[in-house]
């Protein structure tokens, strides 16, 4: 297929044997690991999630899923934590969708019978997207800690939000998107949701 790419097998295979003795002191059953660490001394535990929900195998938008659970139940099937250890779950959403590849990928519409969008690849291949334009902000947000902090705009958007999904918020953060030393204020950059109740 590629009649001018040369490969070195034997050179790979020494050079990946030597990465190999490298990872060994790290690699350990984890399932043990994690016995250990709920029936030992008392420690906490925080599992993180890759991907996104609607990548998840079983609940995902199949076929273009990945091939595990990405959702709380892969706790269970990944690190063989029993159901009844697992504490508070935290969902985050964020503030517009994205997907890599291909699949399925519209808003997702309520329509007026309260139907969930059909489960048909084809028929959502011709769902139209409604699109909102709300008013940015160029103010620096990584610092709020309340909601008089966030500009009129951000207040805006959060209550759009809230308003089109019938769930109100219960935090809310900035969130770094690239990693750099200040990442380490993006969890303490997460506070409870202090807007004013809705009148």
């Known amino acids: 297929m590629f009649p001018t790419l040369e490969i070195d097998v034997e050179g790979q295979l020494k050079r990946l044997k030597g990465f190999a003795e490298r990872i060994r002191p790290m690699v350990r059953d984890g399932v043990y690991f994690m016995y250990e660490a709920l029936h030992g001394p008392p420690k906490k535990i925080l599992v993180e999630g890759a991907n996104a929900a609607l990548l998840d195998i079983d609940f995902g938008t199949y076929p273009f899923v990945t091939s595990s659970n990405c959702t709380v139940g892969g706790v269970?099937?990944?690190?063989?934590?029993?159901?009844?250890?697992?504490?508070?779950?935290?969902?985050?959403?964020?503030?517009?969708?994205?997907?890599?590849?291909?699949?399925?990928f519209p808003t997702e519409q309520i329509n007026p019978h309260s139907l969930p969008p059909p489960a048909n690849q084809e028929i959502l291949q011709k769902v139209e997207v409604e699109y909102e334009t709300l008013p940015g902000w160029k103010a620096d947000t990584t610092g709020a800690r309340k909601w008089d902090d966030l500009p009129p705009q951000a207040q805006s958007y959060?209550?759009?939000?809230?308003?089109?999904?019938?769930?109100?918020?219960?935090?809310?953060?900035?969130?770094?998107?690239?990693?750099?030393?200040?990442?380490?204020?993006?969890?303490?950059?997460w506070y409870p949701s202090t807007r004013p109740s809705k009148k």
């Open 158 to 189: 959060v209550r759009f939000v809230e308003n089109h999904l019938g769930v109100a918020s219960m935090c809310h953060g900035s969130v770094l998107s690239t990693p750099r030393p200040e990442a380490l204020d993006t969890l303490r950059g």
């Open 76 to 104: 269970c099937t990944g690190l063989g934590i029993p159901p009844q250890n697992i504490g508070d779950v935290y969902g985050v959403v964020k503030a517009y969708t994205t997907r890599v590849g291909i699949g399925a």
